[in-house]
């Protein structure tokens, strides 16, 4: 699978989307995340072939398949790592962000300095 596909942000809200609601349908996970019903499904598959998600089958009346989606332990264990990747990630990102917007309050700090000297 190439990773652009299922990056670490993709597979980090699908795996906690089917763990907070296992029975959402692949069209309401889509759309909870923004992303193509197909590519849903294909992320979908991915998650179930590498055994991180079993799919279930349940019947809610006779002309209609229902489908529960259940993080296995492996699943659990993946969204545990793509969880702390994902937080050191955003953590990296609000580093940065503060330093950029503290270096702007000098910046702006240092015209204001130079306007009330002219």
Known sequence: MPKS???DEIRYQLLKQLEDNPAMTQREMASAMGISLGKLNYCLKA??????????????NKDK???AY??????VN?????????????????????????SLRQEVAGLQYQSSAD
Not at 70 to 75: A, I, V, W
Not at 78 to 102: C, H, I, M, P, S
């Open 70 to 75: 259940l993080l296995t332990p492996k699943g």
């Open 5 to 7: 596909v299922l990056s």
């Open 47 to 60: 998650l179930i072939e590498k055994g991180w998600v079993k799919a279930g089958n349940f019947r809610r």
């Open 78 to 102: 993946e969204k545990t790592r793509v969880t702390l990747a994902f937080l050191a990630r955003k953590q990296q990102e609000y580093d940065q962000l503060a330093y950029e917007l503290e």
């Open 65 to 67: 398949l229902g489908y």
